[in-house]
């Protein structure tokens, strides 16, 4: 059974952003304090597609959660790690779907050539860090008292995965856009060309 996944476009912004509004309103899953708006989200998506995946879980033309990859650190030996982040709509949870969406990604990013994942959760998690464990993240290091936001300073704890042995030395990793539909080993559903 194929599943509801597909690339992020340009139009999926609105949704995007009233998925992540209430983390940065009320939560701390993300330590952002003022909503970017859907027109910075929409740039958001365009600039993080140019090298790695966005990924949406769509239902019957409603956009219920997204994961995408992003870079780590700036410095070119990081070349091969990225930072992953999902947002799940409210009513949305508990379904599965975030594992599901998860996995596509972290398939899609080894296919790249990526080697390691990171995910950063504002501690304690509790959801967050189960489904990262699930996944086989292992626990790499807490920062302490690194954010302050609601009143209230948060430890922040990073899991990490590994991808795929790395080699020495390693091969480039392919932008997300160079890896052509018909060549994947992950194939998404549906309105797979995000940036056409």
């Known amino acids: 059974m194929s599943l509801p996944i597909r690339t992020a476009r340009v139009e ?3 949704a995007i952003h009233a ?4 983390s940065i309103t009320h939560g701390v899953a993300t330590f952002e304090t003022e909503l970017p708006g859907v027109d910075a989200m929409a740039g958001r998506i365009l600039a993080r ?13 409603d956009v219920l959660a997204y994961a995408y990859a992003g870079r780590f650190r700036e410095r070119a030996a990081y070349d091969w790690i990225a930072e992953t982040s999902i947002y799940v709509r409210d009513d949305a949870q508990r379904r599965g779907i975030a594992r599901r969406l998860y996995g596509v990604l972290l398939d899609v990013m080894r296919e790249q050539g990526l080697t390691q994942a990171v995910g950063v959760i504002t501690l304690p998690g509790t959801v967050s860090v189960a489904m990262h464990e699930a996944m086989g993240f292992t626990p790499a290091g ?5 954010g302050y936001k609601l009143g209230q300073w948060w430890d922040v704890g990073v899991w990490q995965k590994e991808l795929q042995p790395a080699a020495n030395p390693p091969r480039p990793v392919t932008p997300f856009p160079r890896l052509a539909p018909a060549q994947r080993q992950t194939p998404l559903d549906h309105g797979d060309d995000a940036l056409g």
């Open 142 to 146: 807490v920062w302490r008292q690194s």
């Open 49 to 61: 597609l140019q090298h790695y995946p966005w990924l949406v879980w769509e239902e019957a033309g």
């Open 19 to 22: 998925i992540y509004a209430p």
């Open 12 to 14: 999926d912004a609105a």
